[in-house]
């Protein structure tokens, strides 16, 4: 059984830090996209970020781009996301999402596999 469990996230203030992990079992995700996906109360699903299998292509949100980084290391079958400066529209439902194939892509329903989510909330 396929399963994706995120961590990482919390409480954070404004200009703070976080670094979210994916890790993955029942499944070999080294051949895989990954992809990084965020939800607000009340607001459409927002792609966040996404690594290609080899880690060689990242593709990032203009709302994120220069503030995160996506990355992975497939010998632990786990990716991470790490937030910086993180401000007040970053709080969201954040969920990791495994694509099946090894291109990258920024819409939700070309992924397969989707973690519970983990909670990142930005308050001072």
């Known amino acids: 059984q396929v399963q994706l469990v995120e961590s990482g996230g919390g409480l954070v203030q404004p200009g703070g830090s976080l670094r979210l992990s994916c890790a993955a079992s029942?499944?070999?995700?080294?051949?895989?996209?990954m992809g990084w996906f965020r939800q607000a109360p009340g607001e459409e699903r927002e792609f966040v970020a996404a690594?290609?299998?080899?880690?060689?292509?990242?593709v990032y949100a203009d709302s994120v781009r220069g503030r995160f980084t996506i990355s992975r290391d497939n010998a632990k079958n786990t990716v991470y996301l790490q937030m910086n400066s993180l401000n007040h529209e970053d709080k969201a439902v954040y969920y990791c999402?495994?694509?099946?194939?090894?291109?990258?892509?920024?819409?939700?329903?070309?992924?397969?596999?989707w973690g519970q989510g983990t909670q990142v909330t930005v308050s001072s």
């Open positions: 029942g499944h070999t995700f080294s051949s895989d996209a």
């Open positions: 690594i290609s299998w080899s880690g060689i292509t990242r």
């Open positions: 999402a495994a694509r099946r194939i090894s291109m990258t892509s920024r819409e939700w329903v070309d992924y397969a596999d």
